[in-house]
């Protein structure tokens, strides 16, 4: 899992560029819509828009703009027919690669997947094909020095909420749950005063492998090229890349 947390860190700054062209807003206004039209416009019942709004919120989406998008979800039949799609191959190196998309044209989404899986050294799989090495957890991730806490105070907490597992490095920290109890740990912290940098239902690795070198940059390319695509949301995979390499590759 620690692999997840530096790719995870890597993210985050990557975040901010993409924010810049437009891109974090369009991936992010589908999550809103796809949330607002399966469980309702209102985030107090439907959990995983309050997920998705507190998202948008922390990249600056203007509330104008997510409320919008949530009226027109809940407002409007058959607008915008976005369904999610989840794609399954391997990268280089053998890692396993799994894809999160919400696209209104199957046959488009899975011929760009495809391609770049093709150009960037990997293959797409057929479904079920990787799927068996990850498991969907919560997940919430905080730095100790942003919420004020030692790693003894937030230790105790961890215990004391419920969750599955955590994990504290170099004053991260993330804290595992099950999906069915992420709302109620969640909540938990939040009663605390703690507020969380990450808080999303993910898939993590059940092992990891690990890749240097040649072999690192093209996965890295892989993954990038895999979430730049319009109808990509997420991607999640298994490598293990050193962190000083990690950390060169996309800086």
Known sequence: MAGHSKWA?????KAKVDAERGKLFTKISREL???????GGDPEENFRL???MDKARAANMPSDNIQRIIKRA????????????????????????????????????????????????GNLGETGCVAWMFKKKGLL?????????????????????????FEIDDKIVEVYTEPED?????????AKGIKFSTAEITMLPQNTVKITGED?????????????????????????IPEDELESAVS
């Open 74 to 121: 809940t407002g409007e039949a058959g607008a915008d027919s976005l369904e999610e799609v989840t794609y399954e191959g391997y990268g280089p190196g053998g890692v396993a690669v799994m894809i999160s998309a919400m696209t209104d044209n199957r046959n488009r989404s899975a011929s760009e997947i495809r391609h770049v899986f093709s150009k960037n050294g």
């Open 50 to 52: 309050r997920l998705v």
């Open 141 to 165: 991730v905080a730095n100790l020095d942003e919420i004020g806490m030692d790693e003894e105070g937030f230790v105790d907490l961890a215990i004391e909420s419920g969750a599955e597992d």
């Open 182 to 190: 992420f709302e109620e740990v969640e909540k938990f912290f939040e």
């Open 33 to 39: 819509f796809v949330a607002a039209r399966q469980g």
């Open 216 to 240: 690192a940059q093209k996965v890295l390319n892989l993954i990038e090229s895999l979430e730049d695509l319009d109808d990509v949301q997420e991607v999640y995979s298994n490598f293990d």
């Open 9 to 13: 860190n890597i993210k985050r700054k």
